[in-house]
């Protein structure tokens, strides 16, 4: 089995942290490196609750590459720090795959670049759950042949943006193949807000509450049926699986690949 040699960087965060302690569970992953702004000095194997790994977190990143010798980064700190962070992995030949979130397209057309003169592979995925990129595809094939739909979002109550990415994208998505938005009769909402926000002509209605982690459904209406489509995440190990997967196969990606579903076969 060939052994992909990996640093973490953002390793002390709380996504950072989760996928550490999956990556040191992994049979073909070599944890080599970790860099944080925070706890440095801390074995990566203790702070996640696991036997000392050998593998203490660092601040220089260009430091732990060279003393390390990594083929892959794997990215979850803040946007301004994961594009720094790539530009410094990539210029060493090592291939970042990123979940930060918040890198603009600008600044995935610079990192593509960087990458196609490199030679070096990289993901970018906003989202690594597999299961709701594949609850996101599926919508979006329903949609074609169920035009009347809406979309119910739940999440814990300490989020702030409604609706959700998740939402947004999902709509935007089925939008795209939906050919024609039926006519829908006029509803005199007695309580405003009562059907819902509107975008992409989809209702979309968002919950807040204890208790939830992160969930969504998209209903479907048709001529005498229901089709609902969910999705739950239940905790950050949602996110392992799709981590691993672009992992693996970043070394075959030629630039940027932006989003888990184009390292699917949809
Ligand atoms: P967090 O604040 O818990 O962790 C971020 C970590 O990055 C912190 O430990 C911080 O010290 C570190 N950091 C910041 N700047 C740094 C730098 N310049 N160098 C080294 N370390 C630095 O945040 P989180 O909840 O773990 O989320 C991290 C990112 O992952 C966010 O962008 C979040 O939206 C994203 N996220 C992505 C997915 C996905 O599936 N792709 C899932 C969940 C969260």
């Given at each position: ?5 990996v640093?973490v960087?953002g ?12 990556l ?10 970790a860099v944080d702004?925070?706890q ?11 036997p000392p ?13 060279a003393a ?15 594009l720094a ?5 990539v210029?060493r030949?090592?291939s970042?795959v990123?979940?930060t979130t918040?890198i603009s ?5 610079e990192?593509h ?13 906003p ?5 709701a990129v594949?609850m ?16 119910i979002?739940?999440?814990h109550d ?7 990415g ?6 935007e998505l ?10 829908l009769?006029?509803?005199e909402?007695?309580v ?5 926000a ?6 979309v209605?968002?919950?807040?509450l204890?208790?939830?982690v992160?969930h969504?459904e998209?209903i479907?209406?048709?001529?005498g049926?229901?089709l ?8 950050r190990?949602?996110?392992l699986?799709?981590?691993l997967l672009?992992?693996?196969k970043?070394n075959?990606?030629r630039?940027?690949?932006y989003?888990?579903?184009?390292l699917?076969?949809?």
């Amino acid at each position: 089995m060939v052994t992909i040699r990996v640093i973490v960087t953002g390793a002390a965060g709380r996504m950072g942290r989760e996928m550490t302690r999956g990556l040191l569970q992994a049979e073909d992953i070599a944890v080599v490196g970790a860099v944080d702004r925070q706890q440095a000095g801390a074995d990566i194997g203790t702070l996640n609750g696991l036997p000392p790994a050998g593998v203490t977190i660092t601040t220089d990143l260009a430091e732990v590459i060279a003393a390390t010798r990594p083929q892959v980064m794997v990215d979850f700190t803040v946007a301004a720090a994961a594009l720094a962070n790539a530009r410094i992995a990539v210029e060493r030949g090592v291939s970042p795959v990123i979940g930060t979130t918040g890198i603009s397209l600008d600044q995935l057309d610079e990192l593509h670049q960087l990458c196609e003169d490199r030679q070096v592979g990289a993901v970018v995925a906003p989202n690594f759950s597999l299961g709701a990129v594949l609850m996101m595809h599926f919508a979006g094939e329903a949609a074609r042949y169920f035009p009347r739909a809406e979309i119910i979002e739940m999440h814990h109550d300490q989020k702030i943006d409604a609706p959700s990415g998740t939402a947004l994208k999902t709509a935007e998505l089925m939008a795209a193949r939906i050919k024609e938005t039926p006519k829908l009769l006029p509803v005199e909402e007695k309580v405003a807000g009562a059907r819902g926000a509107t975008y992409q002509g989809l209702a979309v209605h968002s919950v807040r509450l204890p208790g939830a982690v992160a969930h969504q459904e998209v209903i479907f209406g048709g001529q005498g049926q229901l089709l609902t489509i969910r999705h739950d995440t239940t905790s950050r190990e949602a996110f392992l699986p799709g981590l691993l997967l672009a992992m693996r196969k970043v070394n075959q990606c030629r630039g940027v690949v932006y989003g888990l579903e184009n390292l699917l076969e949809l």
